[in-house]
């Protein structure tokens, strides 16, 4: 087998979420398992061949000073963002190679605690900051927030518009830098504290979905497309098989058998009902689509020129992955109530199976605290470096929110 860049380097990946709490962005970041075989022309035209131009915003952040001066010296990828340490920016030498890949056509975007760039006028080269809120500034921004009742006017928040932010740890300070201070962007999201705060609702499904899928009824859409609209919600998913599924009639553990067996007009009908008891609430746009994105990429590791069938079964046991955060119940109960196959608890009750790595190495590479052991996750699941990296390019460059635009991107503006 041919050496790759791909064999030589583990990824992993965290969503950026903009205002509209739609996928603005993707952090891809790289590690090179041996840095002397990685070469950043090579891996630069690898990802220029991944990446489409309406795909999400690349934010490549590579974890060796030698392969990011190497970057700095290549033609830029189109739509794709190049990290870069602050430290860099603050010596003349460095500052001046950054200013030649300014020129050169590359995005930079510096990377800085927030506490060290908060006071700046403008930022060196008039880059975009992705920066790093201390404990301490966190309390700092909610305190600014305005109280109601009281006239006193709010302390000014440190949050600096148009930057990106990392380390939000409530749905509250996501809400304050995205639509009161207008940050353009958080990386990650609190998953953990935007499900805390829904954990006495009663769980609904995501209404644009509903919606999608309803305009696709209306324009007599295939049912090909009609099973992507339902696949972007976990509950819609559960619900619709469990519906199906009710009165022990059928044993449907297909999505696509499942809409033929209820067909269109009974499936609209069903949907206006799902929409009665939506879930309006917006922070939870990102749990869920964080869910479908860890899905696919479970279905992009299988090997290509897999059935569509054992495709669809891998995407349905991923996406129940974490199905119990979302309808507060055991997933060993959620899991009792469908026909699934044996395979589908194997992997998400007891851990292993023919599926497990799939999920195991789909969670891995979507956590960036894994990326220093990815290299051993795909070797105890025999699974190379190389088809992990591009299963994940695939997934992420082929990333549809909705299937709606993202906002239009604005040019790269300093603090």
Known sequence: MSHTVLDSVAMSYQPVWNRRRLLAAVRLSVLPTDPASVDAAHLMKVLGEHWPVNAPVLMLALDSPSLLSQALKCAPVPNTWLEVPAMLFDHQESLAMLSLASRRGHQLVRKADLAAVRHEYISPLDTRSLLCLSAEEALEALQSRPVEGVKAPARPSPI????IYRNVCSATLADHCLDEAGAWGILGWPDDDVLHEARHATPGCDPIVITLIRQGIAKDASIERLERYVRQDPVLV???LATVNAGGRHEVDSL???I????FSALDRWLVGQSEGADNDLAMHPVRYGQVMRARLAQHLLDAGSDEELRAEVYTTAIFAQLDRLLHEPLDLLLE?????ARVADALINHEGPYFPLIDLSRAQGDSAALPRLPEICAEHEITLEHANRALLRMLSTSRD???APEPQAPLRGV
Do not use: E, F, I, K
Not at 160 to 163: D, E, H, I, M
Not at 260 to 263: A, K, N, R
Not at 337 to 341: D, I, Q
């Open 337 to 341: 109530r469908l026909p699934m196959s």
């Open 256 to 258: 696509r058998h499942a």
């Open 260 to 263: 033929m067996m209820m067909g």
């Open 160 to 163: 600096v518009p148009g930057q």
């Open 402 to 404: 909705h299937g709606l």
């Open 238 to 240: 559960y619900r619709l």
